[in-house]
């Protein structure tokens, strides 16, 4: 006899359907498979979140390299209905892989979004998460991101949820968010 369906499992179908429909499962899969005279993930042997990571990369390397005539061209190819896109249309520019200090730093770097004193909380879908004080904040290469960016150094406050092993955590820029609670830091 066959289970119910579940929320949980709705869910779950509803995510590998999102997957599918947006070719990820296809570019995981071309991931864990790939090989030319670069790369051969045989002898490599990524794991599933190395996959992942590299996707979300490449995902967001696409996302920074798109254009103005990179959309014109595949609008015009999806309104007259042409079904094979032309291969050479995408053209990603390779991430500079160095995580020496770049040259021309501190004139490249971003101004910091957030100054000492300023109260934030980590960006959550969920209530129970971390905030505090920034006290301090530094210039580091973002790996998962492929560039540099600012990481901030913040004082938990009394109430926050990892207070309990930790008075202080960092956090890359993107992933915090002002907060106007008063928090007993």
């Known amino acids: 006899m066959l289970k119910p369906v579940g929320y949980k499992t709705d869910e779950h179908r509803a995510y590998q359907q999102a997957l599918d429909d ?3 499962t296809e570019l995981l ?15 490599i042997q990524p794991q599933q979140q190395e996959l992942e990571t590299l996707a979300a990369i490449l995902i967001s ?14 609008l015009n190819l999806i309104r007259h209905s042409h079904q094979d896109i032309a291969p050479g249309l995408i053209n990603l520019k390779y991430p500079d892989a160095s995580v020496s200090l770049p ?54 406050s009394q ?11 960092i956090a890359w820029e993107e992933d915090l968010e002002p907060t106007s609670e008063e928090t007993n830091l």
């Not at 390397?61 to 595949?74: D, E, F, P, R, V």
């Open 61 to 74: 390397q696409l996302t920074h390299s798109i254009n103005g005539k990179l959309i014109a061209n595949y």
């Open 159 to 169: 109430d926050s949820p990892s207070t309990a092993w930790t008075s202080t955590d």
């Open 103 to 156: 040259v021309n730093f501190p004139d490249i770097a971003k101004t910091p979004r957030f100054l000492y004193g300023d109260r934030l909380r980590w960006l959550s879908t969920e209530s129970d998460t971390d905030w505090g004080i920034v006290i301090g904040r530094f210039y580091s290469y973002a790996p998962h991101h492929c560039c540099w960016a600012w990481c901030y150094l913040i004082w938990l």
């Open 29 to 43: 899969a071309k991931l864990n498979t790939y090989s030319d005279a670069d790369f051969d993930s045989a002898w």
């Open 22 to 24: 947006f070719g990820i």
